[in-house]
């Protein structure tokens, strides 16, 4: 069905109404995005419109690969209904052509888009995050208005008879400089021997160089230092895979990301289940297309009420919700990442071909 003229016209109206989908969500993301970044970051001594405008389109195709699953739905569900009104698929139907040949063009068209959005959107999306997250560190370091990131960096190392824990609000490269930075000296009994606060912690060749330093003793007054160096075994490659956020490596490199993590002895749950979950988004956006099959089929013949629309939609939201939920087990290892992703999208796709065989075939 697909290579004749009937299919490559479904193909191509599945393409385009996705296109305007994409460009449209686009378009109120960039929006809605830039008036919050303006919102808060309008106060910092670096921030600009142009500034602004950058940072918002590096954080785009990383927004846009969230809406995509509801999305699917959305152009699966109108391309359908548009056939239907117009009434294509009634004289498809009179041709003898069975809903599997038609609407392949339409599952292709979703699988195609995933595919699409796991080799270019996600590795964008991935980069832009770095660099925008990196933009905003640099705004907020410069304006003294630091801020936490969602992921607050705790490194403990042991070194020699010292035991040193590390906090900081967040960092930037890729770990090798913390900011805000919070340092706990232990002895062999627990008990903390020094607490060091410093604006910033640079990771140099086998020490932490501390800019902007207060040291507080137990019972003695504190110290003020400009610079302080604290001894570390720790390498750059440790720090940066310990740090690594699964939504800021590109699908590509998170194989290689594991088992360097494997190897480094750090959990790999996260970035197991992101890249599972990438792996699964084309079968997913398939499921939502046969979602969207089951309730706009017989829109038209049998004049159904909005309710059923309304119940595809609930569906389809239901679906990547609990999908979402699931990935979050799985990333805190409380379900195996590949249990955890595979199984929704693989009962959704059974449940929307089973319901689908009900209807047309009985």
Known sequence: MIFSTLGRYFFRRYVITAFWFMLGVSAIIFLADFSETTRRLSGLVDYSIFGALGMTALRLPSILQQTI?????FIGMTVLISLNRRYELVVTRAAGISVWQFISP???GSFLIGILTVAVINPLGAWGQRESASMETSWRQSSNRTKSSKFVPWIRQISGDEDVVIGAKTYKDNGSELIDVVVFHFDKSG????????RTAKLEDGYWLLNDVLENRPGEVPVRKPTEQVRTNLKQEYIQESL???????FFELSR???ISRSFGISTKALETQF????????LLVAMTLIAATVSLKFSRFAQSRSVILGGIVSGFVLYVVSVLVKAFGSSGAIP?????????IVATAVGATILL?????
Do not use: F, N
């Not at 699953?69 to 739905?73: A, K, M, R």
């Not at 690594?244 to 590109?250: F, G, K, L, N, R």
């Not at 599972?276 to 079968?283: A, D, G, I, Q």
């Not at 590949?338 to 199984?343: G, L, M, R, T, Y």
């Open 69 to 73: 699953p509801t999305l699917s739905l």
């Open 106 to 108: 339409l599952i292709i």
């Open 191 to 198: 008990s903390v021997t020094m607490r060091q606060d410093a």
């Open 244 to 250: 690594s956020q699964p939504e800021t490596v590109a």
């Open 257 to 259: 990301k594991i088992e």
């Open 276 to 283: 599972h979950s990438l792996l699964s988004l084309p079968l």
């Open 337 to 345: 990442p590949s249990v955890a992703v595979w199984i929704p999208v």
């Open 358 to 362: 009900h209807q047309e075939d009985g």
